[in-house]
């Protein structure tokens, strides 16, 4: 008795042994797993409904990913009007920014009564501030025929107009969720951001206003686009042509400008400096007085000193770059899109809100992305996420599009050495190859 009590004495401590170091090393891998996962984060260059189709096979692992982008709650009426030009459409990033950037040019070019660029510049302030009210480009142009200033308000201008330096005094973001491989809807939020009191109160030329059937001598305006036809930032290509298509067919419906319709100047800007600098080129040649676009703002600033030095207008309705506030441009650059400086801290409150504590943010090398994260930055560390549990990273994005993709292997085991909850990720389609890295180095996605 005395032997057999030993040895279930010795198996049951040696079965409690390997209990306890299976315990442990399963706990060891529990915690492993749960310090590995990440939550996802996406700006307004990759949270639309084609990012996912970036990922192939794996369009998954978008699943869960959250993301902030200028936009305010379309009306269906607009959404609806956007459909008829294109059938095919999924998403409305910047639609509606391309739509009032189209408009907003040619009410300027009326109330000039001309087609040069520099004339027309001097109006389009003046277009979104103090003035008559207007709200769509018939009643708008009919009251700058008849030499009236107006307040242009519209889809994306809702609360108040352009600053002297040619941007939104106010926008509206929305928080954005893949639900799946789709933008849930449902899960949207607004807010707003930005000072009223910041839009110009500077007084413009006065309206000249147009003479019985126009002038026959008169040019017809043109307008060229510098939109992202190919590219990285081809995926926001759609709603982007769809609004400023829509914007030209109903100024042409309502008697166009000038006493004639605009004519409309396709154009790509590649998402490469050489491509939209030709484009640029050809505009100029052909007589084009306002360029809309560029879709990037690293591409805006490649070709904005060609664009000023040939006299003509660069009217972006997607450039987000800070720093482009107060580029040197001769008073002839202007935008729809508001600035990263609001943008940083609608993002930012959204990571938070998640209770992120070790964040990385990763950003394509280029103005917008490096200006984006800059931002971002800063607005974390006032809530007081400490400097150190704070890691920004970098990649070069392709030159073109026939450049190999990303490689962002080596980024995705230094982030997964780091041990983040949370990745931002500030780029366009190409920024689809920072999550396959990840996944691909471990990391377990929070879905």
Request: aromatic share 4%; proline share 6%.
């Amino acid at each position: 008795m005395l032997v057999s009590r030993r040895s279930r004495v010795a198996t049951l401590a040696a079965c409690a042994t390997i209990l306890l170091a299976t315990s442990a090393c399963g706990d060891d891998k529990a915690k492993e797993a749960s310090a590995q996962q990440v939550r996802l984060y996406g700006t307004d260059g990759n949270m639309l409904n084609s990012y996912p189709a970036e990922l192939k096979e794996r369009a998954s692992l978008v699943d869960g990913m959250k993301g902030t982008t200028p936009l305010t709650p379309l009306p269906e009426d607009f959404k609806s009007r956007l459909k008829a030009v294109d059938p095919a459409l999924t998403d409305y990033l910047y639609a509606a920014e391309s739509y009032d950037a189209v408009v907003i040019a040619v009410l300027a070019a009326q109330l000039a009564g001309s087609t040069d660029p520099a004339a027309i510049a001097k109006q389009i302030v003046a277009v979104t501030n103090d003035g008559q009210r207007c709200e769509d480009p018939a009643s708008c142009l009919a009251l700058a025929r008849n030499g009236q200033d107006i307040e242009y308000r519209s889809v994306s201008l809702t609360r108040a107009g352009f600053t002297d330096k040619g941007e939104p005094a106010t926008a509206s973001y929305a928080t954005l969720t893949f639900d799946g491989q789709q933008i849930n809807d449902g899960k949207t939020e607004f807010v707003g951001a930005g000072i009223e009191s910041a839009a110009s109160t500077k007084t413009p030329p006065k309206p000249k206003k147009q003479r019985p059937g126009g002038d026959p001598d008169q040019e017809p305006l043109k307008l060229g686009g510098l939109l992202p036809k190919t590219g990285d930032l081809a995926i926001a290509y759609p709603p982007m042509a769809a609004g400023a298509a829509l914007a030209i067919k109903e100024v042409n419906a309502a008697g166009g400008a000038l006493g004639k319709p605009v004519t409309w100047v396709e154009g790509d800007d590649g998402t490469s400096p050489t491509v939209a600098k030709a484009t640029v080129a050809k505009h100029v040649a052909d007589g084009v007085s306002v360029i809309i676009g560029a879709g990037g703002s690293g591409i805006s600033r490649e070709v904005l000193p060609d664009v000023v030095r040939a006299g003509k207008i660069l009217f972006s309705p997607s450039n987000t770059d800070s720093g482009l506030t107060d580029v040197e441009d001769k008073g002839l650059y202007f935008r729809t899109a508001p600035p990263d400086s609001l943008q940083g801290r609608a993002l930012a409150d959204v990571i938070l809100r998640d209770g992120s504590q070790k964040i990385v943010i990763v950003a394509r090398k280029d103005s917008y992305g490096e200006g984006l994260q800059a931002t971002v930055r800063d607005e974390l560390e006032k809530a007081g996420i400490a400097n150190d549990r704070l890691k920004l990273m970098t990649y070069e994005p392709p030159a073109d599009a026939k450049a190999p993709p990303v490689d962002f292997s080596g980024g995705a085991k230094e982030i997964k050495a780091f041990g983040a909850d949370a990745v931002l990720i500030i780029g366009f389609g190409e920024s689809a190859q920072v999550i396959r890295g990840l996944a691909d180095a471990g990391v377990q996605i929070r879905q």
